[in-house]
């Protein structure tokens, strides 16, 4: 079947398919929507096109593979899902963090703004979410910063708009693909760990002033 359907594509099509499914593997997620740094305005994705016009025939090719192609058609999104459990990113702690604190941005301006897909932030923005939080008690390192959005990036959940990654006010696209990677539960076991974190700080904080230091 799926070598049925492959052989009707012309030889355009077929380098397109197997590169998208390269991009698909790396990547995970891929947007209807993106920005253009060039033309400064957002545009739709082609890939995306070609997928949904062609989207029997990934299916066909990932089910081989042991993946499950998966299309969300209100937030315009579609990813992979392996379904042996493999080819999963383990985040490290900060990117994690930030991956909240993306989450609670974009929900908020969700809210706020009546969109249903993408909003635009500052680095700022993020850090004042994530001190605002208790998940930092203060500035991340520019290392941290650069570290955690450049993840986020390589797998499609944020876009750049501009500027240094670390400094304050590069804009930062957050994609909707966000609400696939965290979902409602993992913001519920988050919020109980950034709470519990609070907690710790505070404690030590405290401790600290109990302890001091004479000076001589």
Do not use: H
């Amino acid at each position: 079947m799926f070598e049925e359907k492959y052989n009707k594509l012309t030889n355009f099509e077929k380098d397109n398919f197997r590169r998208i499914i390269s991009l698909m593997l790396s990547k995970t997620f891929i947007v209807n929507r993106i920005y253009d740094a060039k033309q400064n305005t957002f545009k739709y994705n082609s890939d995306y096109r070609f997928i949904d016009r062609n989207i029997e025939l990934f299916r066909d090719y990932l089910e081989i593979a042991g993946f499950r192609l998966i299309k969300d058609n209100n937030y315009e999104v579609i990813y992979i899902e392996n379904e042996f459990g493999y080819n999963k990113k383990k985040l490290d702690k900060n990117t994690t963090i930030f991956l909240y604190g993306l989450r609670l941005k974009f929900d908020e301006d969700r809210e706020s703004l009546k969109l249903n897909t993408d909003t635009i932030v500052t680095v700022s923005d993020i850090i004042n979410k994530l001190i605002d939080v208790g998940a930092y008690n203060k500035k991340p390192s520019d290392i941290e910063i650069r570290t955690a959005l450049s993840n986020l990036i390589s797998f499609n959940i944020i876009q750049k708009v501009e500027g240094i990654l670390e400094k304050p006010e590069t804009k930062i696209i957050i994609l909707p693909s966000i609400l696939f990677v965290i979902t409602n539960e993992k913001i519920t076991a988050l919020n109980q760990s950034i709470n519990t974190l609070e907690e710790n700080i505070e404690d030590d904080e405290e401790n600290e002033e109990e302890i001091g230091v004479e000076e001589e």
